[in-house]
């Protein structure tokens, strides 16, 4: 019989298992290659839009400067700095031939000397390949030397801040014409984030004006040292044309004058109706157009996880953006270049730079196919020698082509899919097993009723009258499972009955004596008893309320009582005060019994106050002429639950009856304390004494008297 149920539930474990497996592999496969292609797809799409908005921002970015620059270059004030500018330029050397201090024209040449020296110099070698020399860069012109040395050499700011000098020291009409037209000259380029602004006259190419006073300067560009630049060609090429109407760009590169960091000029004629007088040109900084590739470096905020980036490569190949490997670790993608065999000389550069922004060069194929036109997708090795999936496409700015290229590390990009292969393969297996188990149970349908009968048994074995079996077969383990929970829910019954008992029985302890003393009785002690080493203890009378009780019915003295002893136990609650017992008319109580209190004589005589007060107020309340005698004393005690079935705690020793001596000398609604009590509530001015008291085989002594008067603000004080 074993043998068959054995063999049974092997073949059924079988069959479920083989059958769930099959299907399994069959539905899994399908599922991961849809899977694959569209997370695939969707890898490429949000590169590929990612792409496209930022082709979009950066269209947008250079129409707006293109706008910016043409709306300014038709303002009239531009005008007019242009033509008086090269006026005050022209009138120069009169100025420097009728000048007195003529003399001092060496001082100016070792002054503008010394800046290129230990100013412009030093610093421009730091990011330049070779070593700048200083007669490449020092002009020679009369007329430019003087300009430099007011507005570089004297200006006291440093370089690339040297726009934050209003006027110069500079007597000449240029002087005046420049401290005129600055201030509102930077606040434009300022506005509107631009690096520098500058004035050109488009006769000599000289530089009339700069905001940023930088070495370039009152040069002439297209003859000078910068003659070599793209912004000198842009320069050359309008004075050619003289197009009123002309706008043209000048890549970025590094220039000179701005310590060779990444330039890009937007150059726009200036003209007095048809003619053109000047140029007007904007330096914008390569951080804008940056920051806009770069999403603000942004790059995970805008969905390129931790691997994805924005690469812009220009026309001569080398990048436009900073790259995010190198924003992020400088150090580790260096080493990366080197370990993928850069030149030297490029890693050296970013290093110097601190950018990879014209520094690095990139001619992987991807940018081969953008720079030739064309737009696509795929998986490619990037500049790192990373496989990446990338989407790329070509820029067109001004009159050269850009690529644009969106790419992310191909683990990351494919680690959904690898997760998807893992979640399969634990879903396999964990389909496995359930359909194991699955199978074992239906083997074993029909004894799982015995079992959680024989577990129900355990359990009420065990103490527990909790028990109920469920059992959903509709047979003669359906009768067992119901006469058994029958049985049990009878044992349940009588089990609450006697706990109901016993619950009210411990309530009624708690009632009766202080809550340390019930919970010792409930826990079987048999003798209780507690020595205290140090208790205030009070005794209170009701005086009157005899005399009262005989003009009353029975039943109306005793609510009357309740009423009052209820007050006083609620007063004893809010004042950590606990009763001890009441005898007719008499209200026993004490302090730091049950719970040490430090204040306790304290809590004590503000506890006394508060009896005086409810009695004032019920006899007042109720027209009955009622008052109460207190005696309070603190000491040691001894405290003990006395009687077998009928249990009452109460207090003995030479405190307790000290105590009740002073209550029953006391006059009504007085409060007598002794001598002891008074020196612990030396900081209470609330007693009137000592006053000599004869007490019963104590002869004459010394008692103090609480003073009434204290009684409404100190009670209630305590109270809330």
């Not at 030093?122 to 990011?127: G, S, V």
């Not at 019920?618 to 079935?645: D, N, S």
Request: with cysteine.
């Amino acid at each position: 019989m074993l043998g068959v149920k054995a063999g049974l539930q092997t073949k059924l474990i079988f069959l479920l298992v083989l059958v769930s497996l099959v299907s399994m592999a069959v539905v899994a496969a399908v599922c991961y290659r849809s899977a694959r292609q569209s997370l695939e797809q969707n890898v490429y799409d949000r590169l590929t839009s990612i792409r496209e908005a930022r082709k979009a921002q950066l269209a947008a970015r250079m129409t707006f400067v293109r706008g910016q620059v043409n709306t300014l270059s038709e303002d009239k004030m531009v005008l007019d700095a242009i033509k008086d500018f090269k006026a005050a330029v022209a009138k120069l050397p009169e100025t420097l031939q009728g000048e007195k201090a003529l003399a001092q024209t060496p001082e100016r040449d070792k002054g503008l000397r010394q800046f290129y020296e230990k100013d412009f110099l030093p610093a421009l070698r730091k990011n330049h390949d070779g070593n700048p020399q200083l007669e490449t860069y020092l002009p020679k012109e009369a007329a430019t030397r003087y300009l430099q040395y007011h507005y570089l050499a004297a200006n006291p700011h440093p370089y690339l801040q040297k726009q934050k000098l209003d006027a110069a020291d500079d007597p000449s009409d240029y002087g005046k014409v420049h401290a005129w037209y600055h201030a509102k000259f930077r606040k434009i380029a300022q506005t509107f984030g631009y690096d520098n602004l500058m004035l050109i006259d488009v006769e000599s190419g000289l530089v009339l004006y700069n905001v940023l006073k930088t070495t370039d300067f009152a040069t002439d560009l297209t003859a000078g040292v910068y003659s070599g630049t793209a912004f000198a060609d842009v320069v050359r090429a309008l004075r050619k044309n003289k197009d009123p109407n002309l706008i043209k760009n000048a890549t970025y590169e590094p220039f000179a004058p701005n310590l060779n960091k990444p330039s890009s000029f937007l150059v726009s004629t200036v003209a007095d109706g048809p003619n053109v007088v000047g140029l007007l040109v904007f330096q914008f900084p390569m951080d804008g157009i940056n920051r806009v590739i770069t999403g603000d470096y942004q790059w995970e905020r805008d969905g390129l996880g931790k691997t994805g980036e924005v690469v812009l490569v220009a026309h001569d190949h080398r990048m436009r953006s900073l790259s995010r490997f190198y924003y992020e670790d400088p150090d580790a993608y260096l080493e990366t270049l080197r370990s993928v065999g850069y030149p030297k000389a490029q890693i050296e550069q970013i290093r110097r730079t601190g950018t990879t922004i014209l520094a690095q060069e990139i001619r992987s194929p991807e940018v081969e196919a953008a720079l030739t036109g064309e737009t696509h997708t795929g998986i490619v090795k990037d500049y790192r020698g990373k496989e990446v999936l990338s989407s790329y496409s070509p820029v067109e700015m001004s009159s050269n082509r850009w690529a644009i290229m969106v790419k992310m590390d191909a683990d990351e990009a494919f680690a959904p899919i690898r997760q998807f292969e893992q979640d399969v393969a634990v879903a396999g297996v964990a389909t496995t097993l359930v359909l194991g188990l699955l199978a074992l149970g239906l083997s074993w349908q029909l004894v799982r009723p015995l079992h959680r009968l024989l577990d129900g048994a355990r359990k009420v074995a065990t103490g527990r009258n909790d028990v109920t079996v469920k059992v959903s077969a509709q047979d003669e383990t359906r009768e067992l499972a119901d006469a058994f929970n029958g049985m049990a829910g009878r044992l349940q019954a009588q089990a609450g009955k006697l706990a109901e008992q016993e619950q009210a029985h411990a309530t009624l302890l708690r009632n009766i004596l202080p809550g340390p003393a019930a919970e010792r009785v409930l826990n079987g002690q048999q003798q209780i008893s507690d020595d205290h080493a140090d208790v205030t203890v009070l005794f209170a009378k009701l005086v009157g309320f005899t005399e009262l009780t005989d003009a009353l019915p029975a039943d109306k003295a005793i609510a009357l009582l309740n009423d009052v002893v209820v007050a006083f136990d609620d007063a004893a609650d809010r004042f950590g005060v606990e009763k001890v017992k009441t005898a007719g008319a008499t209200y026993m109580a004490a302090c730091g019994l049950s719970v040490q209190r430090p204040d306790h004589a304290h809590r004590m005589v503000e506890f006394a106050q508060e009896l005086l007060r409810i009695v004032r107020v019920f006899g007042q309340e109720h027209g009955m002429a009622l008052a109460v005698q207190v005696g309070i004393h603190c000491g040691p005690v001894v405290g003990g639950v006395v009687g077998r079935t009928r249990f009452v705690y109460d207090l003995w020793g030479e405190t307790v009856n000290l105590a009740a001596n002073l209550q029953q000398a006391a006059d009504p609604d007085t409060i007598l304390v002794t001598q002891a009590l008074r020196d612990r509530l030396r900081d209470l001015d609330v007693f009137r004494g000592p006053d000599p008291v004869e007490l019963p085989r104590r002869g004459v002594v010394a008692v103090w008297t609480v003073l009434p008067q204290t009684v409404p603000a100190m009670a209630m004080a305590r109270a809330g």
